[in-house]
């Protein structure tokens, strides 16, 4: 199984908008994988975000955007 993923800048291109505007619609999307950091094991920091998300999902979201 080799599903493709996208990254939010990605996802930015294709939809000619802000990565900010992307990673909002995003986030909690069911299937859309976080590779970022949690914020309370950096002491504080912020916590960063490292979005992939499968085809699948991307598909999903755009059909919904569409209507």
């Known amino acids: 199984m080799s599903e493709q993923f996208y990254t939010i800048q ?5 939809w000619r908008v802000d990565p900010e505007k992307v990673t909002r619609i995003i986030q909690n999307k069911p299937g859309v994988l976080d590779l970022g950091t949690p914020a309370n094991i950096k002491k504080r920091k912020r916590a960063y975000r490292i979005l ?12 919904k955007r569409a209507k």
Request: aromatic share 0%; glycine share 0%; proline share 6%.
């Open 52 to 63: 992939r998300v499968p085809l699948a999902v991307l598909t999903r979201v755009e059909r």
């Open 10 to 14: 990605e996802i930015a291109e294709r």
